[in-house]
């Protein structure tokens, strides 16, 4: 990849690269020379304090513009970049550096750097902290990377730069990517040149148009995610777009309406809290602009079909849906900034069905895609003209993908990664005597050979009668509730299957106010009778079709959104069962007793 940029640089020279806004909202571009200029600096500066052809350096920060350059100083001199996440703690953060071997990493703000330099003293490997941010007093070991810049260009070799370029083989190093270590510590997922790159082919194999189109994209899952890092990153440089950093998930929606993206990687969770921003303000509208918007949605999934197979509509319903469009959607996708957008990419989690349907249905193809960290990550995808919702696409090229006698899905292709970081057990463990690495997904393909995820072989619940339980499947279909914002399902090792629930309380609220419910706060209102009734009712539609022993029996509602800050997600927004069963534990005994 470092080489990819060099040739960008080469052919786009002045054009952007990416854009950052600054404290005072303002958005700059920087150039494609500008960040070629500071990798070489950067490159100079590292290789001045001795870091060799495959030392570790890690990356301790938020998006922003200077984890590119930090990235691409780093693998133009053929060391490997460790990736952490800007939510790690300090002990978490001790416990990567110190299992990578890291000798240098970079902080993106004060409180980054504090964590680290809070656990150095454990840390015998790491000779230095860069931090990104300047610095009002020096603090012993920490560089800014202003300084380090300035340093690198008073001692440029730009031929030495491009010896070390050219000594990276394929089969050397690039990244590790530290699992989430929810089953322990975490495993440091090796990946290399040639794993990355052939991810990078496979992906622009199934989105052509990407290529010199100089799309525009916003960056906000974290770097340190394989997602945002070969789709919204490495992908990116490859087809020359243009990045735009935004401030924060929290300003997400106020950046998309000024970068207007034509592409987006996202999980599904952003794309769950513009849905429920959007009926949240629909239940508050007077009933015939209600009766619009229901009309609406109706038109919209009826043109899914038309989305997810790249037709044209005609007749009536073409006549019928541009009106509808002309009414409704655009003025939506003018709201969400989303007026300008080809497509947005998915990963990391399922797609509840409603958000899905309600985005195709406004001409805007989301493509759900399946991979994991050790896979560069993609495996399968949907793509532009070949979309069926409720699965997670084809494998992409040269990848071959099969289900195991248990229902485990298997992966051998040029993405999957050398292994894991000193663990040759886990190393070996992780793949089949053959050579197929072994996901921990359970799935299966359909007639058109789509594959779909039925469960994780870890977060299979097997109940007191032994009855092997997915609970994926039971989240999902009762995701399609308009109600429900976000819901775990747990009964291990229990006689029947219950649900943590939190409700979608823009929706819930309008509904209690129409019913004759009246409620002091959250807490009061998901513990009245007619909320209980109304979401026991929901509950057995959305599950109807489920046998006995997968019927919800109990539940639970909550009053409070699961978050990130709060420990609940992860980040990229998946619920982590462990801690939620831990966290709930007194409320999900109370549904057994």
Partial sequence: MAAVFQNRAREHGDKACVAYRNDAGQWFDVSWNRMNEMVHNLAYYLMGKGIQHGDKVAVFSPNRYEWWVADLAILSIGAVNIP????????????ILDNADSRICFAGTHAHMEKVVAVRDRLPMLMEIVLFNDLEQPVDGVATLPEAIRQGGA??????????????????????????????DPKGVMLSHHNIISNVHQFNAYFPEMVNRFHKAPSFLPLSHAVERTAAYYCQVYCANKIHFVKS???LLEDLRTIHPSIMASVPRVLE???????AKVAQAPPLKQ????????????????????????GLFAIEYALANKLIFSKLKSVLGLDQIYFIGLGAAPMPRKVLEFFLGMDIPCCDAYGLSETSPMVTCNYVGHIQPGTIGMPVIDTEVKISEEGEILVKGPQVMVGYYKNEAATKEAFTPDG?????????????????????????????GGKNISPQNIENSLMFSPYINQLSVVGEGKKFISALIIPAFEVLEPWAKENGVTFADRSELVKHAKVQALFEQQIKAFTKDFGQVEQVKKFTLL???????????????????RVIAVKYAHAIEKMYS
């Fill in 559 to 577: 009053d409070r959104e699961w978050l990130q800050e709060t420990g609940e997600l992860t980040p990229t927004l998946k619920v982590k069962r």
């Fill in 155 to 184: 001692q440029a070799d730009a031929a030495l730069f491009d010896r070390r370029l050219a000594a990276i083989k394929p089969e050397d190093l690039c990244t590790f990517i530290y699992t989430s270590g929810t089953t322990g």
């Fill in 84 to 95: 952490i996440y800007a939510t790690n703690t300090a002990e978490e953060v001790r416990y």
């Fill in 249 to 251: 998930i929290e300003t």
């Fill in 273 to 279: 809290k513009m849905y429920e921003a959007i009926t």
């Fill in 291 to 314: 009766k619009l918007f229901a009309w609406a949605l109706d038109v919209g999934r009826r043109n899914v079909p038309y989305v997810c197979k790249g037709k044209a509509r005609t």
């Fill in 436 to 464: 197929f690495l072994k996901t921990g997904d359970l799935g299966e393909f359909d007639a058109e050979g789509n594959l779909r995820i039925t469960g994780r072989i870890k977060e299979l619940i097997i109940t007191s």
